[in-house]
């Protein structure tokens, strides 16, 4: 047997095919130095990737951003996904999206729509997204899917801004005709932690809105599938960050690096392959940066003797380094950290910050 035999094949993966984008939302979890369009994969590259990782397991395939619909050759990847047999979910902003792409898209055989809403009041979803007028084209975007038979998820961060509109947010998402809504409280890492100060709910608001979330889930079993990405700063246990580092999905960015999550570029101590110079099977299988956290043994205590170390798999490498310094260290969401207690109180000195001064994220989409 070899190394090899004891990891599972990938089973996702998120396509980072630009990450020029018309918005600016301020938790994006798109890195600081974002990548330039001169250093993009081209369309041929893109194309051997994703038959690459059909030929691994991977099942599905999220062409995302940035704005996924900037690229000139989208629709020509969203076909060459379905001719390799990869299950496609588009994630996108909806602004700039005609529906002359749309249309060719849906000839392309696009299988999944996930279209991101800021808040459902219009005012507050174009400051949060920095973009004048975004709300009302989200809407018709919602519209044209829906009317096309096309599976339909909204994405809606949560934060200080909209936090008092999460469950009305699982309302409109139903009256839109969305299969599915994802309500997540924003993850600080990216352009999210620059701008935590600006973004932290209180505790209070937070668990309101995770309460009466929970409750829609119950009432709307059937109507509509709620994914609920829970937030951290305000929790007990961490989350199973990608159920587990490496272990069923992984991302590539628009310049080619292969990584076991999103914001893993955050780990300068680790080298990321290339899907330029190396095969989406050897970067899974053989990546030193996919196998630094795989598993269990890296663990330290109180992970190591956990009863949840199987759950949770220690949370966050990336947290845990932005908050302690060390990677390998417990998620300090975590109880049972030595370190939770100045998350807490992190948490409550920004809530307690009433300015909403955000710091936009920018690379134009044209640039």
Known sequence: MTARDNIAPPAGMLAELTHRCPLGCAYCSN???????ASELDTATWKRVFSEAAAAGVLHVHLSGGEPCVRQDIVELTAHCA???????????????????????????????????????????????????????????ARWT???????????????????????????????????VEIAHTQYYGWGLVNRTALMPSREDTEIAVAAVEALRKKHAGVIVIDHVVPDYHARYPKAC????????FNVTPSGKA??????????????????ERSIGDIWYDSPAFNAYRGLDWMKEPCRSCERREIDFGGCRCQALALTGDAANTDPICEKSPRHGGVAALAEHDAATGAIDYRYRRLNARA
């Open 83 to 141: 001719n390799a047999g990869l299950y496609s979910n588009l994630i996108t902003s909806g602004v700039g999206l005609s529906r002359r792409l749309f249309d060719a898209l849906v000839e392309a055989r696009l299988d999944h729509l996930q279209l991101s809403i800021q808040d459902v009041e219009p005012a507050s979803a174009d400051r949060i997204a920095g973009y004048d007028g975004a709300f009302a084209r989200k809407t018709e975007i």
């Open 146 to 180: 829906v009317e096309a038979d096309l599976p339909l998820t909204v994405n809606a961060v949560m934060h200080r801004a909209n936090i008092a509109r999460a469950a009305r947010m699982v309302e409109f998402a139903i009256e839109l005709g969305a299969r599915r």
């Open 259 to 276: 990584l076991p999550c999103h914001a893993a570029e955050t780990l300068t101590h680790l080298d990321f392959w290339n899907v330029r």
């Open 31 to 37: 890195p600081l130095e974002l990548e330039k369009p």
């Open 242 to 249: 990608m159920s587990g580092w490496a272990r069923r999905t």
